[in-house]
């Protein structure tokens, strides 16, 4: 076992230092604890170590969790999980089409995100959000994103709604109510809905992030927004919860089984996820499990069911990757188990003459949202925003990975059709259509200034005209350079489509920013 765990130590090796944030580490077999340790830094304002006890903000993790409450009151038969969401939160719009709480738990019910509204609507990365502030934005909504049950699109908004549920059927906040029926049954006592962010939390680890500069800043959202995110817990307390899928002490095996059923959309296609829970093969053996990022936090709990093995990780630098780190310790445990890993493709050197032509703009047709890709130094980019920007290496004439991101890119000819295929680990790659970027010319950029406005976020952005081009500007947020992408339309904090009225003149724009499609923005006269 030495080996094994110096091995899994090797992992975290670039980490274990006092002058680096880091991780804590559980590894769960048989039921047991046979491994956990502290990587790095919990605190640098008092020079306190990560520890298996240290408290994080574990982001999404905190999904199956208001999707159990929402399963414990199914059984208790105080509402059911094909309830119409109206039925407890009228204040949502009815969009001619059913929304079910089953569809909040799956992702699948076409609400926009919360996070992509609260940005557009003018909200600061550190401003503080609550639920109550989600819960205006969702019911100014007047479109989905698609019909409800006929995709998969991951939501937070939808798991803030259900936390309302839960709060608005059981009489009781989410914290009070998984604290009562969750947390002390199962001994979680470290463990908290975190709907205060003033409160005072033991052995709290800061969240980071870099400085271009060299060196760290505090990273540590500011949230009063429960369900969706905001669960502080130990990885001490999540192997307890971990354990709870196999003894099923709380909630028993209708629960259970509730929270591993992965959805299934209107046209028979199954998903991979269930209730706040990821249903996957790795390496040929089912697991199930989630992640989480949110600021300076990371998160990661895989659980292998059949070796009734898990690994949990909490981290709190935010360039770190813990489902990759939590793969990399399964590898080492269950080498017997796991089926051959696919080779790691041999990387190759493309001259600049060979990558140049990959470069350039390229269309989603079904959302308009675009992938950009750059050369820079003599090396092919991916753009995923202005200030997010992924190296690109050769695999072949025609593939690419990104370094240091589960992401693959494969260029394909398709009838004579030009598409770059991404897949960004589901398996399911996106595909865009090369677009012909036109050139706008300075006087025609004029056709575009105004101010623009949105009803359902009450919010207003402005389109200027500088010597850079087009910019797109709110008072609270950065300015963007518009670049253009296809006719009318322009990449800057997103993909803007302008339309134009009978006349032939601009009268808005739809917005997409990935999980939010075509919000309206009206331009003001």
Not at 369 to 377: A, F, I, K, S, V
Request: some cysteine; overall charge negative.
């Amino acid at each position: 076992m030495s080996d094994m765990t110096n091995q899994v130590d090797a992992i975290f090796a670039q980490w274990d230092r006092t002058n680096s944030p880091g991780c804590s580490l559980a590894v769960m077999q048989d039921g047991e604890m046979i491994y956990s340790r502290g990587y790095g830094m919990a605190n640098f304002d008092y020079d306190l170590a990560i520890r298996p006890n240290s408290v994080f903000h574990i982001a999404s993790i905190s999904k199956q969790f208001a999707a159990f409450a929402i399963a414990l009151l199914d059984q208790a038969g105080k509402l059911s999980v094909d309830d119409d969401i109206r039925k407890y939160i009228p204040e949502m719009p009815d969009y001619g089409d059913v929304i079910t709480i089953r569809m909040l738990a799956h992702h699948t019910s076409g609400l926009r995100d919360q996070w992509d509204l609260l940005h557009m609507a003018g909200w600061r990365e550190n401003d503080l959000k609550t639920n109550a502030d989600v819960l205006y934005l969702a019911s100014k909504q007047q479109e989905l994103n698609f019909k409800p049950n006929d995709e998969y699109l991951y939501s937070n908004t939808g798991y803030t709604l259900l936390g309302l549920i839960v709060e608005r059927v059981s009489g009781q906040t989410l914290r009070e109510f998984t604290t009562e029926h969750i947390f002390k049954p199962l001994e979680m006592n470290d463990t908290h809905f975190h709907d205060d962010f003033e409160m005072i939390v033991k052995n709290r680890a800061y969240g980071y992030s870099p400085r271009p500069e060299g060196g760290y800043r505090i990273s540590i959202p500011l949230f009063d927004t429960v369900g969706a995110t905001s669960l502080f817990s130990t990885v001490e307390d999540l192997a307890r919860w971990e354990q709870n899928f196999f003894h099923k002490r709380v909630g028993g095996e209708q629960v259970i089984n509730l929270m591993l059923k992965p959805g299934i959309l209107n046209n028979g296609e199954a998903i991979d996820y269930a209730f706040g829970i990821r249903v996957i093969n790795y390496r040929g053996v089912p697991t199930f499990g989630h992640s989480g990022a949110d600021a300076g936090y990371r998160s990661d709990f895989l659980c292998f069911p059949d070796q009734r093995f898990a690994v949990i990780i909490f981290c709190n630098l935010s360039t770190m990757i813990p489902s990759i780190l939590s793969k990399k310790v399964a590898d080492i445990y269950l080498a017997a188990d796991l089926q051959a890993a696919e080779a790691e493709p041999e990387k190759i050197t493309l001259s600049e003459e060979q990558l140049a032509p990959r470069a350039g703009v390229y269309r989603d047709p079904k959302t308009s949202g675009t992938r950009r890709l750059e050369m820079r130094d003599g090396q092919l980019w991916a753009v995923i925003f202005d200030d997010f920007v992924l190296p690109l290496a050769a695999t072949s004439p025609e593939t690419f990975e990104a370094q240091g991101y589960p992401v693959k890119i494969a260029f394909v000819d398709n009838g004579g059709k030009r598409e770059l295929h991404e897949d960004m680990g589901s398996g399911k790659p996106t595909i865009y259509e090369w677009s012909d970027a036109p050139t706008v010319t300075p006087e025609q950029y004029l056709e575009f200034v105004g101010s623009y406005y949105s009803v359902e976020l009450d919010t207003q952005y402005h389109v200027e005209r500088t010597e850079q081009g087009l910019i797109f500007r709110h008072y609270k947020h950065k300015p963007q350079v518009l670049t253009p992408t296809a006719v009318d339309a322009f990449f800057g904090a997103g993909d803007l489509q302008f339309t134009r009225d009978a006349a032939g003149k601009i009268d808005g724009f739809t917005w997409f920013t990935g999980r939010v499609r075509k919000q309206r923005f009206d331009r003001v006269k």
